[in-house]
């Protein structure tokens, strides 16, 4: 989900297109172009908006350009076929993609005519032969006045600026660390001890934390999926350096946030998060507060103005924006 001043664009990967929707919720217009023609895009892999543009990311090295009305403005041809759903079209008017771990770099930069500005891997050197197509998912975004992005292996997050890179987080996920001895040995030792799981299970098996998703920094929290460890979200508070999990909130919260989902893009200029939610589960759990304390609203102000007389079971999931302290 992105948000643009007063439009929120859902981005529907079954589908493989974008539902534009007012600040309201109302139904705007759908982009989808799915084809084998040149004004369309054959898999869909990342999307970025800006500027009143909508930018597909496609899997034949190009992306796809329209305006908010679905009309076609033009084709950007790149120099590198893009790997994973790694697209942000930045506040400074450049295109930001990301790629796996099979090439030597893992952030390029293009300006919106097809010219590569750069090409960043700030990791670790010795991860760079390890020959393991993994990428990171929708782990690029705007801080301050740079881009943030993570890399696999890698439990950093990064901050562009210019052409300049930066530690802007790094972290600590004791026994679920990867160890020195996961590196040990030649590209080819790690890879085989990498895709074989009876090797896996010898480094904390599937609760290693091998890359870092769905990363989203507001101002006093990061929030990450935390790929390969039972599927939770991880909340890092900026300023305690306190963590919680999904798993560690009580009602109406976990149905909000979900058994992972977590949050789906910051309002800097509200300090809000936005994500989806289960329409119908939220309507349970606002139901059962209201009977518990008819003055629930006081102490859930983002709830008071759900009406849940409107939403049934074949009601379509809603976007909840929050502010998380």
Request: proline share 3%; with cysteine; charged share 25%.
């Amino acid at each position: 989900m992105i948000v643009k001043d007063d439009d929120v664009f859902v981005v529907d990967s079954k589908q493989e297109g974008i539902f534009r929707f007012d600040k309201y919720g109302r139904f705007e217009n759908s982009l989808r172009h799915k084809g084998q023609g040149d004004k369309e895009y054959q898999i869909m892999y990342g999307v970025g908006v800006h500027a009143g543009k909508v930018y597909f990311l496609d899997m034949t090295a190009r992306i796809q350009v329209y305006d908010y009305n679905d009309n076609y403005l033009k084709t950007i041809l790149l120099d590198s076929i893009p790997n994973r759903s790694q697209l942000y079209a930045g506040e400074d008017g450049r295109l930001y993609v990301g790629r796996g771990f099979q090439y030597s770099t893992q952030l390029l930069v293009y300006d919106t005519i097809g010219n590569r500005l750069g090409s960043y891997f700030p990791g670790p050197e010795d991860v760079r032969g390890f020959a393991i197509p993994q990428g990171n998912f929708h782990s690029l975004g705007n801080y301050g006045k740079g881009v943030y992005f993570t890399g696999f292996f890698d439990p950093t997050i990064y901050l562009l600026e210019g052409d300049s890179t930066s530690v802007l987080a790094k972290f600590d996920f004791g026994k679920h660390s990867l160890t020195d001895a996961f590196f040990a040995g030649t590209s080819e030792d790690i890879s085989k001890r990498y895709w074989d799981p009876k090797v896996r299970d010898v480094y904390n098996g599937p609760t290693l934390i091998f890359q870092m998703d769905n990363v989203v920094i507001g101002r006093d929290w990061i929030t990450f999926y935390a790929h390969n460890s039972g599927r939770i979200m991880i909340y890092c508070n900026r300023k305690s350096g306190e963590s919680l999990t999904n798993r560690s909130f009580k009602e109406p919260y976990k149905t909000l946030l979900g058994d992972f989902n977590g949050f789906d893009g910051y309002l800097p200029e509200t300090d809000e998060y936005y994500f989806n939610v289960s329409a119908y589960a939220l309507k349970e759990t606002i139901e059962k507060l209201a009977a518990e304390n008819p003055d629930y609203a006081e102490t859930y102000p983002f709830l008071k103005d759900i009406d849940t007389e409107l939403i049934t079971e074949d009601t379509n999931d809603f976007v909840v924006f929050a502010k998380f302290k």
